[in-house]
């Protein structure tokens, strides 16, 4: 069973950091990408960052230059730095796996992500 467990949020006042990390079951062969997604209340979720299995990485353009993705295979885990947050980047972020097929997404719970002005 794919299991996906986020931790690492929290409060910051703006231009702040913070860094969040996703273990994840199984290894990073058994995924075509891991990353990060966002959700705030009323609207949808989206993308903020991915890493695919050859490491390349791609990023919601408004935190390109702030935010970071990374991964440690050996730990099976993943990280997103965020560095000088802002306000608009509040919301709950959510780890997500994609099957090496690209059939089936898989999600964590989601981590709280507050930044005050």
């Known amino acids: 069973q794919v299991q996906l467990v986020e931790s690492g949020g929290g409060q910051v006042p703006a231009g702040g950091s913070l860094r969040l990390s996703c273990t994840f079951s199984g290894t990073v062969g058994d995924y075509n990408r891991l990353g990060w997604f966002r959700q705030s209340a009323g609207t949808n979720r989206g993308l903020v960052a991915t890493?695919?299995?050859?490491?390349?990485?791609n990023y919601l353009n408004s935190v390109k230059g702030r935010f970071t993705v990374s991964r440690d295979d050996n730990k099976n885990t993943i990280f997103l730095q965020m560095n000088d947050l802002k306000p608009e980047d509040t919301s709950v972020y959510y780890c997500?796996?994609?099957?090496?097929?690209?059939?089936?997404?898989?999600w964590g719970r989601g981590t709280q992500v507050t930044v005050s002005s």
């Open positions: 997500h796996g994609q099957d090496p097929n690209v059939l089936f997404n898989y």
């Open positions: 890493i695919n299995r050859l490491g390349e990485t």
